[in-house]
């Protein structure tokens, strides 16, 4: 047995699948999990001591690479003065500033734990505003794990082919209403029949839970028009987007300005971190400022505010359009390789994001996501896990590349899938 065989073994007696959150566990790819001691860049260190190439980047927040010497000297010094006060802090202040100078639609921010916990006080929030209940999602879109948001979900809802959670009652989920992803027409006919009762139109305004699918000409400022017309509010699910599509998210790259925006990941610098904002008379209904309430004991953490902070500044001075290019070429490169050994290979890339799909089809929304096949996707994992190169474990995500990737990195990877048989 290896060493993370032995510790899983250990973690399924004491925790529930051996993780505490149920896409590490490798499930849909046959595997179990490795164990990290150690990571730096773009390398993580398993427990048995083996180095991989990481294109998970703890799921998206370490777009700086691990231990980024600016970030680490923050997360140090901060901790050197205490864990947590329970009382407000400087660089709540900074980390807002930081935020809400970065992102068009954002005016005031209120800082969370997570990125479901920023979901779910969005949905709250505007709710209250609008006076309305329903919220309208898209198929194959995650926004973490709330009641809400657990219709046709994506990510590990997908992953494990999970309908509908037992444990969400019914007269919830009625107030979801389901849209497929790029498909404005579906829209307009759930607007046309429920316009008065929808609070909110939830996106992720380039999806990264079915595999990554950018937003389709268009899609985006026709969201926007719908919400004016019906006096809905749009909300970007930035949890992936934010800071990472663009310095300035999603909403500055596609030129679309959301009612709320929520965020998480890379605000943190790999602590746990959500945070969601937006237009000032939406975000001034928040308790103690207005009736809405909403709190947290951990809420703006010092040490969690300092990292995220320290991320920020320095991913300002950053050049994304070169880790772009570098990861476009890297992307294609891979997929070249694997069209060469005859497998049908669909690429979707935006920025340092991109999902290869084992289809022919163009990948547009869920339904075509889904036509990948899940099989080839598990054997490409192994094969390259088994070479050093660290990918999500399912089809249904989509891998990172970040400012500590290395050519060589880069390099390494396309040699291990030059070396694969399928
Ligand atoms: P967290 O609660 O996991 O911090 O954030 C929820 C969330 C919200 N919105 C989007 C667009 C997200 O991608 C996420 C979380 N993403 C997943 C997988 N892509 C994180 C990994 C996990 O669940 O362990």
């Known amino acids: 047995m290896t060493r993370s065989e032995q510790l899983f073994a250990r973690a399924q007696e004491l925790i529930p699948g051996g993780v505490n959150s149920p896409v590490r566990a490798c499930r ?18 398993s427990a048995e001591g083996e180095d991989f190439v990481d294109f998970v980047l703890s799921w998206g927040p370490m777009l700086l690479g691990h231990q980024h010497p600016a970030v ?14 329970g009382a407000p802090c400087e660089d709540e202040i900074n980390l807002a500033e930081e935020i809400v100078d970065a992102l068009p639609g954002v005016e005031m921010v ?53 309908p509908g959670t037992p444990g969400v009652p019914e007269e919830m989920v009625a107030q979801t209403l389901l849209a497929p992803y790029n498909d404005l027409e579906a829209v307009k006919k759930q607007f046309e029949a429920a316009g008065d009762d929808i609070a909110a139109v939830f996106v992720e305004p380039v999806a990264g839970n079915m595999g990554l699918v950018p937003p389709g000409e268009g899609f985006l ?40 925006t929520c965020m998480g990941k890379i605000i943190g610098g790999g602590m746990p971190v959500g945070a969601y904002g937006g237009r000032g008379d939406v975000m001034q209904r928040i308790a103690p400022c207005g009736d809405v309430y909403q709190a947290g004991t951990l809420a703006g953490n010092p040490v969690a505010m300092a990292a995220g902070v320290a991320t920020l500044r320095t991913l300002k001075e950053q050049d ?3 880790l772009e290019f570098r990861t476009k070429q890297f992307a294609e490169a891979l997929a070249d390789i694997l069209r060469g050994k005859g497998l049908p290979v669909r690429l979707n890339q935006v920025a340092s994001l991109f999902t290869l799909f084992f289809t022919e089809n163009e990948v547009t929304d869920f339904d075509s996501a889904a036509t990948a096949d899940s099989d080839l996707y598990a054997r490409f994992w192994g094969g390259m896990r088994r070479k050093g190169i660290y990918l999500a474990p399912s089809g249904f995500e989509c891998a990172f590349t970040s400012f500590a990737h290395t050519e060589e990195d880069f390099e390494k990877a396309l040699d291990a899938a030059k070396e694969l048989r399928f």
């Open 221 to 260: 400022k026709g969201l926007r028009q719908l919400c004016d017309e019906y006096g809905a509010l749009l909300v970007f699910d930035e949890v992936i987007t934010g800071f990472r599509v663009a310095y300035v998210g999603a909403q500055g790259r596609y030129s679309v300005t959301p009612d709320l």
């Open 28 to 45: 849909s790819v046959g595997a179990e999990p490795l164990f990290i001691t150690e990571a730096k860049g773009a390398t993580l260190t």
């Open 110 to 162: 209120r800082m969370v734990n997570s990125g479901t916990e920023a979901t779910m006080s969005a949905l709250r929030v505007a709710r209250a505003f609008t006076g309305r209940s329903k919220v309208l999602k898209f198929v194959g879109c995650y926004h973490g794990h709330c009641d809400s948001f657990l219709a046709s979900a994506g990510s590990g809802v997908a992953t494990l082919s999970i």
């Open 72 to 85: 680490q000297e923050a997360i140090l010094k901060a901790v050197e003065k205490g864990a947590s006060f």
């Open 320 to 322: 994304y359009g070169l």
